[in-house]
């Protein structure tokens, strides 16, 4: 069985989803942002940065959540979860598992502003424009390679690339307005009805991070 240290709602759920995709057993290591456990000497030697995922699989640790997703596809068989390296779509299905982080790092920097810098006067509503705006921006590629009607990011159908992507949405929903997004909502409702999205939720048990459908700009 694989070991997932993870948070609920963070990074970590798209290692939880994929590996309920592959029907690879898991035990999930729950923990906090705010209990002080990701900051314990144990943990720290499973995850340099102090973050997670961290995944123990196949006698090592691996805590970058891309790479574990990349991994798992690449060493787990009888899956169509990756495109072979020789198909027409390899270099659309790498290009779409890493552009799912450049989503997330305007995520990343949202939920600092908006849920974890605990006083009004050290958040910046100039800096919460900007990274809302990008983030938008970052989404129009999603909405623009959906317009042909498929159901997923490949024309092949549904892959990793679409569990790497389908968190990054669920949370980018939180910051932008879905309904500009008409193409991106249905994808996101779609990836949220799967099985396996959804019992990989039932593992982890609730997000940590959101009190709130969606987050506003502050006035001013």
Known sequence: MATLHSIAGSRSFRVNWLLHELGVPVGIVPYAITDGSLQSPEFKTKSPARRVPALEIDGRVLYESGAIVQYLCETRSGH???????????????????????????????????LFLPKDWMKSPTVMGIETKRLAIALKAVEAALQDGRDHLLTSGFSAADVMMGFTLES??????????????????????????????????????YTQDFYDLPEG
């Open 172 to 209: 980018a929903s939180r910051y932008v307005r879905f309904d500009g997004f008409p193409m991106t909502a249905a994808y996101l409702a779609r990836l949220k009805a799967r099985e396996a999205y959804q019992a990989a939720e039932a593992a982890e048990g609730p997000q940590q991070f």
């Open 80 to 114: 169509t979860l990756m495109p072979a390296i020789d198909s027409a779509e390899r270099a659309d299905w790498l290009q779409w598992l890493h552009y799912a982080e450049t989503l997330g790092a305007g995520i990343q920097n949202l939920n600092m502003q908006h």
